[in-house]
Each structure stands twice: as C-alpha cells, then as structure tokens.
C-alpha cells in the first residue's frame, strides 16, 4: 500500500480546486499537513469550464511556491484525467450555501455532480481510493457517491465533520480558558448540518491535576445543553454571515486532520468524528453516513463502542438521524 513506501508519492485529488476552499487546501497538502513532512504528493486538481483559467493559476502558484515534496501537478477539467490513479480523493467541487439558502435548496445542484463523480472514481481511481467529501450537503453527497460507485469499499467512503469536532473543542478551549489541545474526545453525532449533535458527555481536559470531564469543569449543564450545542450546530451559518462566504480555511484544515488521523492513525486515547457508513451502531440506521467517534489505525476507522448514552443525547441523535433519512429521500426524488 502507498502507507508503506514513504519515497513513493500519493496521488491526492482535489474537486473544486478553483474554489475558496481549495485555495486554501492545496498548498497545506503540497506542504505536508494532510500526509505528513516526508510524504511526496502528486496533486490531481479538478474544476469546471467556467473556472480553467482560475484553476490554471492555482496550478502556477503550487508551481511557484517551489514545495520539496510536490512531485506533480495535473489541473484539468476532464473528470477522467482527475481521478485516474488517485489513492485519495477530496470532494470540494460543487455548489455552495449561500447567505439566506437552506441546506436543502443546494441538495439537487450537488446530487447529480457527485453520482457522476462516482463512476468516473469507481472507473479509473486506485482499487483502494479513500474519498472524503466536503461539499454539502456532504453525508448525503458521501451516500450518493458509495451508491453509484459500489466497488469501492464502503469504509472507504467518508464526509467530513471534523470541522464541526475542531469548533466543539474550541468553544470548550474558549470557555474554560484551556489550550485547545488539551480537550479531547467530544463527539459529533449525525449530520453535518444545524442538526448535528455536539456531544460533551464523554469529553475531557488533561490539567496539572490529572484528567478531568468537561462536564465537571464547566460546571454548568445549562450552558453545555443548549448555548454550546447550538453554537456549534450553526457556527458554519454565523461564519457565512460574517464573511458573506462559508469557512474557508477551517475547512481545508479540518479536511487535513481527517485525512492524517485516517492514514497515520489517532493518537492513544483519543477519538475523532468522521461521518461513515452506518453499521447500526448505537441505533443508527444502517446504510446512513453519519458521523460518530471514530478511532483509526493503519488506514482503517473504527466506530468507538460502548459508549453510554442518556436520554438528552439519544433524542439528539435520533432527530439528526431523521434528518439524513430525509434527506436521502430527497436525493433520491432529485435524481430521478
Ligand atoms: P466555492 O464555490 O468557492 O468552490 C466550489 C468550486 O467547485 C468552484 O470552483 C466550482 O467551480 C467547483 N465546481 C462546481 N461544480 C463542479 C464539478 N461538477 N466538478 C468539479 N468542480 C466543481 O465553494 P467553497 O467555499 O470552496 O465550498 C465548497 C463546498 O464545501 C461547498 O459545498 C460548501 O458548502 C462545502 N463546505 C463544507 C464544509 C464541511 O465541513 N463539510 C465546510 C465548509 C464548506
Ligand atoms: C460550514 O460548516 O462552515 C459549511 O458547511 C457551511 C454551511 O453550509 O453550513
């Protein structure tokens, strides 16, 4: 496998490369973010038409910034070009929410661009490709692409809602005046969407005294169950707000640590979120991508089991369930 032979690059196909989040995606991956400071990488940049020209000059500038490990780059609008030989594919490409539009009103726009996608990836990708998707509604997108591209592995197939665990670690950080880094083990349950279920209950802060809960330090289940929860449930809308375009780099970052858990595995002791194919899992539908605690180990996930969970979380979860189960009814009627 490509983990073994660090000298040989990993080819790395970017979707919407042209786009706000690719900007800032393709130089943290030419510099090593998303696989590591010794792994070289051949960059495979998708666009549309309409953006060839803004996409060539992302490909001057990765050329400009002289990268050591940057081994290729191939910027092209040719869906089969993009994902021929990819060992790993991160779906930015599409259309994004804008201020004022629900999730929903993006859902058709993307449905058909990532049943496409599949087949162009299920044909000509690496038989082991890892794909994670960020374009939204990016459960449902994840869930139309492992449909339409069944002979990659399931498992393989992944959306990204790193981005809402990285925001659930900050408010913590920000709250208790801790570094982010010593904040582990939240989750996000379910969807990425104003849904999703932030989950504390399990969540600690290492301190010069040991380990402690989050719940213990905050000390305030008030703010924890309502304030914090909706923080970041609509945090990618306050950022859309402010910005009058979604999050950008906390996107790409995100999309990093994804990724680098996936491949590299997560340190001892802690878990992630990753939005993966459901098992059924503490409840959930089976065949919904969803996102749970995950750990990782030599490029493979698996869901954190055991977990207890009480009342106040399981309406949560179910009700985000609810919302991926609708939403896949709705993907569907806009295909056909
Ligand atoms: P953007 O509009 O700046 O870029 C999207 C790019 O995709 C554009 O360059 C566009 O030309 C291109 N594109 C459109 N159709 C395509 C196709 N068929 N094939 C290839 N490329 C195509 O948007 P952005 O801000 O970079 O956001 C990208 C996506 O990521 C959006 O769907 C956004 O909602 C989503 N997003 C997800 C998360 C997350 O945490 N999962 C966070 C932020 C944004
Ligand atoms: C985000 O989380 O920042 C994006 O998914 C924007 C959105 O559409 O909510």
């Known amino acids: 496998s490509f983990l073994d032979v660090e000298e040989d ?35 495979h940049l998708l666009d549309i038409e309409p953006a ?34 990819v060992d790993i594919a991160i779906m930015v490409g599409g259309f994004p929410r804008k201020d004022g539009m629900e999730r929903k009103d993006v859902m058709s726009k ?25 374009a939204n509604p990016a459960n449902t997108n994840a869930l139309i692409l492992k449909e339409f591209a069944p002979s990659i592995p399931e498992d393989n197939i992944t959306c990204l809602t790193r981005l809402d665990h990285n925001r659930a670690l900050g408010q913590i950080s920000e709250r208790l005046n801790v570094h982010v880094n010593d904040v582990k083990n939240v989750i996000i349950w379910g969807n990425h969407s104003s849904t999703q279920y932030p989950d504390v209950n399990h969540a600690t802060v290492s301190t010069d005294k040991g380990t402690k809960s989050v719940r213990e330090l905050v000390n305030n289940d008030q703010w924890l169950n309502t304030e914090f929860v909706t923080t970041v449930q609509q945090r990618g809308a306050a950022i859309i707000k402010s910005r009058k375009s979604s999050s950008a780099f906390s996107a790409a970052s995100s ?79 806009c295909l056909n």
């Open 255 to 333: 999309a990093c640590d994804h990724i680098r858990d996936w491949v590299l595995g997560t340190p001892k002791g802690t878990w992630v979120s990753m939005g993966v194919y459901s098992d059924g899992s503490y409840g959930v539908q089976p065949g919904l991508i969803y996102s749970f605690p995950v750990t990782c180990e030599k490029g493979e996930w698996s869901i954190v089991q055991g977990l207890k969970i009480d009342e106040f979380s399981r309406a949560k979860m179910d009700a985000t369930a609810e919302e991926l189960i609708e939403e896949k009814a709705l993907a569907y009627s």
């Open 52 to 85: 060839a020209e803004a996409l060539n000059a992302v490909k001057m500038e990765l050329i400009d910034s002289a990268f050591p490990l940057l081994k290729g780059v191939v910027a092209t609008t040719n869906v089969v070009e993009a994902c021929t030989d």
């Open 9 to 43: 690059p990993v080819t790395v196909l970017v979707t919407g490369a042209a786009g706000q989040i690719g900007y800032a995606l393709v130089p943290m991956i030419a510099r090593g973010e998303m696989l590591g400071t010794n792994q070289p990488v051949i960059l």
């Open 110 to 134: 993307n449905v058909s661009i990532y049943k496409a996608q599949a087949a162009a990836l299920e044909q000509h990708a690496s038989s082991n490709c890892k794909v994670l998707l960020v």
